[in-house]
Structure formats: structure tokens, C-alpha cells
């Protein structure tokens, strides 16, 4: 059965830095194009970065661009999403989702699993 496990969410203040893990079981990430998304109270989830299966190519939406990182750990089938500089406007659920294709893609939709979601709070 395919899963995605989240953590790392919590509160941290103005500045300070998160490292979200998504871990899955039953396939295969490496395999997959894998997709970090958000979602604030009240507003449309959206995306936030992506990662490509052939060459690792990344894409993050100018809101994240040079603050957040995401990366992918073969060995233990897990993708992370590294965010520093964190802004109160980065509160939101957070989520990680898998595409059965080789790119990635900042469109809800194109996405097949997801994990539960894990909340993020930047709050002082």
C-alpha cells in the first residue's frame, strides 16, 4: 500500500529554520517527480517546489526561491524540504505529493498520492 509519512512541522519564529521529511512506503520515490505544496487558512493550495526524477532538476516558486531547498535520499526512499529565513507568511499545512511521471509539476491536480500534511507556524 502506497503511504506518505510527513514530520518536522512545528512553530518556529521569524528567521528561523524547518526541515520537513516525507517518507514513503510501497514505491519507489526515486521513480517519481515529487511536489511540496501548501495550504493557508482561507486560501488555495499551492505549490512550493518540485523535484524531477531523470536529472534531479529542481523548481521552487518565487515566494521560497533561495530560502527553501528540496532534496532527495535515495537510500532511505525520503524527500525533505529545507526551509530557512522563515517568514510568518510561510504558515500553512504543508504537504508532499508523488506524480507518476518524470517531472515535476506546480499544479495540484497533476499529483497522485499525498501525504497527511504536517502544519508550519512562524510566529515570535
Request: glycine content about 10%; hydrophobic content about 35%.
Amino acid at each position: 500500500q502506497e503511504q506518505l509519512v510527513l514530520s518536522g512541522g512545528g512553530l518556529v519564529q521569524p528567521g528561523g529554520s524547518l526541515r520537513l521529511s516525507c517518507a514513503a512506503s510501497g514505491f519507489t520515490l526515486a521513480e517519481h517527480a515529487i511536489g511540496w505544496f501548501r495550504q493557508a487558512p482561507g486560501k488555495e493550495r499551492e505549490g512550493v517546489s518540485c523535484i524531477a526524477t531523470t536529472d534531479n532538476s529542481t523548481h521552487y516558486a518565487d515566494a521560497v526561491k533561495g530560502r527553501f531547498t528540496i532534496s532527495r535520499d535515495v537510500a532511505k526512499n525520503t524527500v525533505y524540504l529545507q526551509m530557512n529565513s522563515l517568514k510568518p507568511e510561510d504558515t500553512a499545512v504543508y504537504y508532499c505529493a508523488v506524480r507518476a511521471a518524470l517531472w515535476g509539476s506546480d499544479a495540484a491536480k497533476d499529483y497522485d498520492y499525498w501525504g497527511q500534511g504536517t502544519q508550519v507556524t512562524v510566529s515570535s
